[in-house]
């Protein structure tokens, strides 16, 4: 059967805190309040825009305004790729995987239009046979019901998947849908998050550590 990688994106494909952060500013501005470091905007990450503006809210000791949601979507969907870009080893490990017959996904808590304009700007939409992201079903990461509907969008098997992230909400995920997780150390959980999980130190390690987590049937 063919395996499947199903990547997270912020913090595990693509370092995309400088954006986040700069539009989370910009409307922390028209709010009148102070910016944000970017480590405290590395904090907010993780659980999907609505859940990063009522920490960011919350932080300044305001109750959220859903009417700044739309407006900061558009800012940052205009924005998302002018600092973003793929961690150092990431296309090439993605072109060694493909290479190896992996099918790919992308299951991102990142709203699903901006995960696209991402993904297309940096050239990485290519590796995906399909991207679920944080609004494209009911909910989201940790619930596993967001990857397994990103598998079944992709044709993958989750008796035959891997879930990589930098997030508990992606090891618990993938532990509640059965599928075997690998957490990375690059991004911005703390390594705490694996949980146990099997950890790459870096890119490179991946498709060794993938090959074994997918089980024996899946090594070519
Ligand atoms: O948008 C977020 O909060 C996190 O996105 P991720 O699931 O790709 O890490
Ligand atoms: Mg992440």
Not at 1 to 17: E, H, I, K, N, R
Not at 96 to 105: D, V
Not at 140 to 164: E, F, N, S, Y
Not at 177 to 194: N, S, T
């Amino acid at each position: 059967m063919q395996p499947t990688a199903v990547f997270d994106l912020d913090g595990t494909l693509v370092d995309s805190v400088p954006d986040i952060h700069a539009a989370l500013n910009r409307l922390m501005a028209a709010h009148g309040e102070p910016p944000f470091t970017l480590q405290e905007v590395v904090g907010f990450i993780g659980d999907g825009v609505p859940t990063l503006l009522a920490r960011a809210f919350g932080a300044r000791g305001r109750e959220p305004d859903p009417a700044a949601l739309p407006g900061f979507l558009l800012d940052y969907e205009a924005t998302a790729a002018q600092h973003t870009r793929p961690f150092e080893g990431i296309p090439a490990v993605l072109e060694a995987l493909k290479a190896a017959g992996w099918r790919m996904a992308v299951c991102t808590n990142k709203p699903v239009a901006a995960a696209h304009v991402v993904l297309e700007a940096l050239d990485l939409s290519r590796f995906f046979a399909a991207v679920g992201g944080g609004d494209s079903f009911p909910v989201r990461k940790p619930d596993p019901a967001h990857l397994l509907a990103t598998l079944q969008a992709a044709g993958g098997d989750p008796t035959c998947a891997v879930m990589i992230g930098d997030h508990h909400n992606d090891i618990a995920a993938a532990r509640g849908a059965g599928v075997a997780p690998v957490f990375v150390a690059w991004g911005y959980g703390p390594l705490a998050a694996a949980d146990g999980a099997p950890v790459a130190a870096r890119p490179s390690e991946l498709p060794a550590l993938l090959a074994a987590a997918a089980g024996p049937t899946s090594i070519r």
